[in-house]
């Protein structure tokens, strides 16, 4: 087992050559700005998704409760920054660009940009850690819709890789832990030592866990399960190490939608949260690791409801912050693309990965994450094998 003290250090890597690619871009879910934009949003989101009625009203309410304003979109600015600063300080020269599935800015249009900058190999980077149709295909169904846009219009055709998803990267689940360890710190003495550990995700439904991931993994939660229980372990690990102290920690789930006669992956946060306050715990800290930035999702199913469910239960909560735009994630963002790169060259580099998963695969391969929902049609999807 790798000691968790282990500062686990990037592999230095002496090059700054991003060549064959000659553009990053970050693709994101993309959120409202202001309270006329709400709605069109949450269509954009849910088109042709069989997503109730009543389910859409409610999630409205949540971002109206913000002024109509996800915090989605200045999260990747700050991100985007960190990211130009980082590869600034380390001479990667890789023009950075930005779209979203959802909202503007659009991937078409970034995607656009980048074809009438004449650049031709592009490598993304998707705000979404781990393996699933919403969290993986879905982004590279939504590139190929968007090239193939761009291609009716004519345009030189763009060649478009993803990174591999970054779940059991040092650069993700450090700044993680560190940051439980300070929600942990944030809780009243007398319960700290008591304290256990809620990793949140959201939910999916349970037929797109099983069949998340390469089709050998296929079968109870899947991929995305598997991925999740490692990173939750290690960021418990580390928790452990740095406090001394062996807690009892759980991967729980969030901001389930859909029919409820559909199951989808449980327990749900607040019924945790009554689960754990009935069996005697002093108090729990939520660590969402499921995402990347503290988005709407973070702040109104956890800070909002599930902190109101805690308050009505008498039992202390605190929450950690996602890795949003810490130096260490530009720094995984850095070495992934330099890995990747060096891959295409020819080359077999470091391949830089935590725990007993190892690094993820750089192309999806035939069958990875298929659409759960049998009445969908399938798709193109761009960056990998079908
Ligand atoms: C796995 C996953 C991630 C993590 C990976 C990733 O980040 O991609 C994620 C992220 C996000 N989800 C978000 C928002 C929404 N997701 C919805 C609906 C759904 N999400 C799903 C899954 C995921 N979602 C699923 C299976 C549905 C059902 C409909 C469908 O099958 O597509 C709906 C519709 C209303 C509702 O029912 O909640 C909304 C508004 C925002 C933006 C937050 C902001 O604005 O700050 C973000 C980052
Ligand atoms: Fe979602």
Redesign the pocket.
Same mark, same amino acid.
């Given at each position: 087992m790798p000691d968790p003290r282990d500062p686990h250090p990037l592999p230095d890597r002496p090059d700054a050559d991003a060549g064959p690619y000659d553009a990053l871009l970050l693709l @994101? $879910?993309?959120?409202?700005e202001g309270p006329d934009d709400v709605v069109p $949003?949450?269509e954009n !989101?849910?088109r042709g %998704?069989g /997503?109730p009625r009543e %389910?859409?009203k409610e !999630?409205g309410k949540h #971002?109206f409760l913000f002024g109509g304003v =996800?915090? /989605?979109n200045a999260q990747n600015r700050e991100l985007l920054d960190a990211l130009r600063k980082e590869f600034a300080e380390h001479g990667l020269d890789l023009p950075l660009y930005w779209g979203n599935r959802n909202w503007a800015p659009y991937l078409t249009d970034a995607l656009r940009e980048i074809a009438d900058a004449g650049h031709h190999r592009v490598l993304v980077l +998707?705000? &979404?850690a #781990?393996a =699933?149709y @919403?969290?993986c295909r879905? #982004?590279r169904e939504n590139l190929a819709a968007s090239l193939a846009v761009l291609a009716e219009e004519g345009r030189p055709a763009l060649r478009v890789d993803k990174l591999r998803h970054y779940f059991n990267h040092p650069g993700f689940v450090e700044p993680m832990a560190d940051h439980t360890l300070a929600a942990l710190a944030a809780l009243p003495e007398g319960v700290r030592d008591g304290a256990r550990l809620a990793f949140t995700?959201?939910s /999916?439904?349970t037929a +797109?866990a099983d069949t998340s991931g390469p089709v050998e993994g296929h079968g109870d939660g899947g991929a995305y399960v598997a991925q999740h229980l490692e990173v939750a372990r290690l960021v418990a690990e580390r928790v452990r190490a740095a406090t001394g102290v062996d807690r009892p920690w759980e991967l729980v789930y969030q901001?389930r &939608?859909?029919a409820p006669h559909i199951p989808w992956l449980e327990p749900d946060i607040c019924d945790h949260l009554e689960a754990e306050h009935a069996a005697g715990a002093p108090a729990v800290v939520m660590v969402p690791i499921?995402? !990347?930035s503290d988005?709407?999702?973070v702040?109104y199913d956890l800070d909002t409801e599930a902190t109101a469910k805690a308050e009505e239960l008498g039992l202390p909560v605190s929450r950690a912050a996602t890795v949003g735009a810490d130096r260490r994630f530009a720094a995984a963002v850095r070495d992934l693309v330099l890995e990747r790169a060096a891959t295409e060259r020819g080359l077999a580099p470091v391949r830089c990965a935590l725990g007993a998963l190892g690094p993820s695969h750089d192309v999806c391969p035939a069958g990875c994450c298929p659409v759960a929902d049998k009445r969908q049609p399938p798709r193109p999807a761009a960056a990998g094998t079908d």
């Open positions: @994101s $879910f993309g959120g409202p $949003f949450l !989101v849910t %998704r /997503i %389910r859409l !999630v #971002y =996800s915090p /989605i +998707a705000t &979404s #781990y =699933s @919403s969290g879905q #982004y995700t959201h /999916i439904p +797109a901001s &939608s859909g499921g995402f !990347v988005h709407m999702e702040k």
